[in-house]
């Protein structure tokens, strides 16, 4: 994994493509994030790279022969990014650095015009999940969200004995991930009142978000051949944003002792972009600082360039508008804003934990991260924290409140980088209507 930058990331790159130029916009030139779409023309199913407003469709790309020479050509016109995602990484470097040539002002007029036919405007696309998620693993990274939580759960034992020692996780449920803007239903189940004598059966109470960032894997392993933490990061292919919908009431009943099951499995939102390793490197930052007395990763976990560049200066925002927001003509609320660099663990090291015991992971595998939390209130990355679990409610403008989410309202999540002397970069967004249970 290279940590150094090159022209790919040279902030007076500019596209021909013109809304790619625009101040602010999430897919400059420089990101060039995958996704996968249906073209509402055809009908048919391609992977991509957002630029601008506008889709590149990569399966054009190569029927045009502009991919020419390349060996993830063929990834190119898969379906999903899956074919991508198993290529190597010097691979699609290479991918992005044509597709930079492709894209970047003074190509010449021949060209543009070739490339030009592949381009779709966003808006014309269904945009679809970019991966087959073969399987799916939530971690519990942030140790301000592990203490939060913890407290509510077990006031006199909010940290559990193994948090600084293993990147907690559990095994989420790959089936129930959708792509951003599928309606979440409220789901139904069991929960039981604390001052109730036996449980009932019904729609969730408490329902809640969580703000987390998704990491698909690359290559990945065999079975029984773990990945060293020097070779994590050939794993990480990029990054996507997730919202892992928890009903409060049914983890409450259900989580021990075997940890989270239909209290999460009922609907996992993400974000239909892939953010590249490759074009977050100008973001790369040390990894957490553990404070002072706690203990260093074991030697396994450990390496001096992820104590370097592990971490990612991601900055995470989410954003709330109720039914009667949209109807009383209100934009959305911004709730909290956080930053994936706080986490506890980093991709590299739930990487290496993952596979640690030799259990294989594999092209399109999606960990999450758990809930970003940071230190401070507004760095809060789920109501029930927020909220302090319901006892201190929000006010939306519309002078209703909200302890958890109710039925009609959007959860928006939003994620970019910025550094000085480099161009911003952006995530898209993440986004799910709550629907009334049925
Ligand atoms: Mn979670």
């Known amino acids: 994994m290279s940590h150094a930058t090159d022209r790919t990331h040279d902030r007076d790159l500019r596209s021909w493509v013109e809304s790619a130029n625009r101040e602010g916009s999430d897919f400059p030139i420089q990101n060039l994030p995958f996704g996968s779409f249906r073209r509402r023309d055809s009908g048919q199913t391609h992977v991509g790279v957002a630029i601008g407003d506008q889709v590149l469709d990569l399966s054009a790309c190569e029927n045009a022969g502009l991919l020419e020479g390349l060996a993830a050509a063929e ?35 021949g060209r543009i015009q070739a490339v030009g036919k592949c381009l779709v405007p966003t808006e014309e696309l269904e945009l679809l999940l970019p991966a087959n998620v073969g399987d799916y693993t939530d971690f519990y990274a942030s140790v301000f969200h592990a203490t939060n939580i913890g407290k509510m759960f077990r006031p006199d034992n909010p940290l559990l004995p193994n948090y600084k020692h293993i990147p907690i996780g559990y095994h989420g449920r790959a089936s129930s991930i959708v792509v951003s803007e599928t309606p979440v239903r409220r789901p139904q189940g069991q929960t039981k009142a604390d001052d109730a004598d036996s449980p009932t ?14 990491a698909f894997i690359g290559p990945g392993n065999q079975l029984g051949h773990p990945i060293p933490i020097e070779e994590a990061e050939d794993h990480l292919v990029g990054l996507c944003l997730v919202n892992d919908w928890s009903a409060r009431d049914l983890q409450k009943w259900e989580y021990q002792p075997l940890g989270p099951f239909l209290a999460k499995s009922f609907t996992t939102t993400i974000s239909p972009w892939v953010v590249t390793a490759e074009a ?53 609320i911004r709730l909290s804003r956080g930053n994936f660099a706080k986490l506890y663990w980093t991709v590299a090291q739930m990487i290496t934990h993952h596979t640690s015991n030799g259990c294989d992971l594999r092209p399109g595998h999606l960990l999450a991260s758990g809930t970003v939390s940071g230190p401070t209130k507004g760095e809060r990355g789920c109501l029930m924290e927020l909220t302090t679990k319901g006892a201190e409610p929000l006010e939306l403008p519309t002078g209703e409140t909200r302890k958890f989410l109710a039925d009609g309202d959007e959860v928006i999540l939003r994620g970019y980088c910025e550094r000085e002397g480099f161009v911003r970069i952006g995530f898209g967004e993440c986004r799910g209507r709550i629907e009334a249970a049925g």
């Open 280 to 332: 977050l490197t100008p973001f790369r930052v040390p990894a957490f600082e553990r404070p002072e007395g706690d203990p260093q990763p074991l030697p396994y976990l450990s390496s001096p360039a992820n104590e370097a560049h592990g971490g990612v200066d991601l900055t995470l925002e989410v954003w709330l508008q109720s039914e009667r927001m949209r109807q009383e003509g209100h934009e959305p």
């Open 75 to 109: 990834a190119c016109t898969a379906h999903s990014l899956n074919a991508w995602m198993a290529c190597s990484a010097e691979d699609r470097r290479a991918l992005r650095r044509r597709l930079v040539e492709l894209l970047e002002e003074g190509t010449a007029p």
């Open 201 to 214: 059966f019904g729609p969730s109470k408490l329902l809640d978000y969580e703000l987390e960032v998704g």
